[in-house]
């Protein structure tokens, strides 16, 4: 029992074991060794601390734009021009660089770390908060993101992460916050004013600075409250326009935020509230008014929702089901639950009463591995401590259906098996693990490694398939793919 407990420790709180992990001594006191992490976590690592400044990412964001505008007009100019697709595609370049870039830096990082289960703590709040690098500009900032705002947080109060997340440049792109301008703020209302009676080339009405919603809507729906928790959509267009303000530096067709960073270029790609942006007036969110008190309005709004009720039970069951069991247990959530409302969302002690749940422990080898899991898990199990080979890893998740900080919603990547089973994925996985295998040859001795990373939970059938392997290589390989390794 004490080794399957190891088992759960390393594998399904941590991010897999590694050949040389003091398993004797994790087994005696698993629960122990989860919760002394956060005396040992770093934040700031030499992986994380590779990724471009703020400035740079907006000086790249800039030659982004003047590349496509240049395209178009040249394929206005000259259709059949064939350096059109050529100056688009060099327009992207960097963002596919800075993402190059920051995936290496995750995958180092948990290849590398000590502390593994403050590692999954940092994946598992960084898809809660998920953007998504299929836009532009968020794909550019989503290493900063999570890297600067998630991963200094993971260990404070989940109303300072959720205030962290939100008004990070990367969120506030991705969900359009920063092209939302109230339309009665004095910059709306004079832009407004101003092009009345203006039309666009084909006619039509020059479309009002406005609200988005976006932002508010996923804060309620995804980030805090969960559906059907009692708001209604009142409740999102008042939080929209409290919001109004909050914009990036030098990014979008935000004139203001442009101009600011034109003056002092040092802030640019920064969060900044604009009060010239800022929709006036109280707001009304779920019968509590808040007074129009500029950028603190938007900022009591978020402490309410991080310790609301509903919040600490749409945490807790999202926190059970990724360390627990694809259908949270009832009895789990409700300790979660409790602890998160009697400390006000201190995450630590969340996460303790997360760990000292009997059902956490109940049952090894209950979550599936998603691709991330699985590839780290995999590399750490053969004790590599970054990618093997020249390929850059955001190939090799996008080969295995999940590219990192591209979930192409907010809502995040799924946390439940049937995401990840199908039959192709699999057939992904296999082939890696060969791949992976091969790289390690006869160094290591599949049944020896079997027993150490996977500790009293190694299944006879399993033991005798690697037994009869043809070589070392394809005995490494039938591990990494056999159902005890699948599985966490």
Excluded: C
Aim: hydrophobic share 45%; no cysteine.
């Amino acid at each position: 029992m004490a080794a399957q407990d190891a088992a759960i420790a390393l594998n399904r709180f941590g991010l897999g074991a590694r050949p040389d992990d003091p398993v004797a001594a994790i087994a005696r006191d698993p629960r122990g060794w989860l919760k002394g992490q956060q005396a040992r976590w770093q934040p700031r690592t030499a992986e994380t601390s590779r990724i471009a400044p703020r400035a740079e990412v907006v000086a790249d964001w800039q030659a982004h734009r003047t590349g496509r505008r240049e395209a178009r007009m040249q394929a206005a100019a000259d259709p059949a021009n064939i350096d059109v697709r050529t100056l688009t595609k060099a327009a992207r370049s960097n963002q596919y660089r800075h993402n190059v870039e920051g995936i290496d830096a995750r995958v180092a990082s948990a290849l590398a770390t000590d502390t593994p289960f403050a590692e999954r703590l940092t994946h598992f709040w960084s898809n809660h908060f998920a953007i998504s690098g299929d836009k532009v500009v968020p794909g550019l900032f989503a290493a900063d993101y999570e890297f600067n705002a998630i991963r200094p947080n993971i260990y404070g109060s989940f109303g300072a992460l959720l205030a962290a997340a939100v008004k990070h440049p990367a969120m506030l792109t991705y969900l359009d916050q920063a092209a939302s301008i109230g339309p009665d703020s004095p910059f709306g209302s004079r832009r407004n004013a101003r092009n009345a009676n203006r039309t666009r080339d084909d006619g039509s009405p020059t479309r009002e600075l406005g609200i988005n919603e976006n932002l508010a809507r996923e804060i309620l729906e995804l980030h805090t409250l969960g559906v059907r928790a009692g708001y209604g959509q009142q409740d999102v267009t008042e939080f929209a326009r409290a919001l109004t303000g909050w914009t990036v530096a030098g990014i979008g067709q935000n004139t203001l935020a442009r101009q600011m960073a034109a003056r002092q270029p040092e802030t640019a790609g920064d969060t900044l509230f604009i009060t010239e942006l800022h929709q006036p007036g109280s707001r009304t969110i779920m019968g509590k008014s808040y007074a129009d008190n500029g950028a603190g309005q938007a900022g009591s709004i978020l402490a309410d929702l991080a310790v609301h009720p509903a919040t600490a039970r749409h945490v807790a069951t999202k926190l059970v089901r990724h360390f627990v069991a694809d259908t949270p247990p009832p009895a789990a959530v409700a300790r979660v639950e409790k602890a998160f409302i009697a400390s006000r969302g201190d995450l630590p002690a969340v996460y303790a009463a997360l760990i000292d749940a009997p059902e956490a422990w109940a049952q090894p080898l209950a979550k599936f591995k998603s691709p991330w899991d699985w590839s780290v898990s995999a590399l750490r199990g053969l004790g590599v401590r970054q990618l093997p080979g020249k390929q850059p890893a955001i190939r090799l998740f996008t080969q295995l259906g999940q590219p990192v900080w591209r979930p192409g919603s907010p809502a995040g990547w799924d946390d439940v098996a049937a995401s990840w089973t199908g039959a192709q994925a699999l057939m992904n996985r296999v082939e890696l693990a060969e791949r992976f295998a091969s790289r390690v040859g006869d160094r290591l001795d599949a049944r020896a490694l079997g027993a150490a990373i996977l500790p009293g939970t190694l299944g006879q059938a399993t033991g005798t398939a690697i037994a009869r392997a043809d070589s070392p290589g394809q005995g490494l390989a039938l591990l990494l793919v056999s159902p005890e390794f699948l599985r966490r």
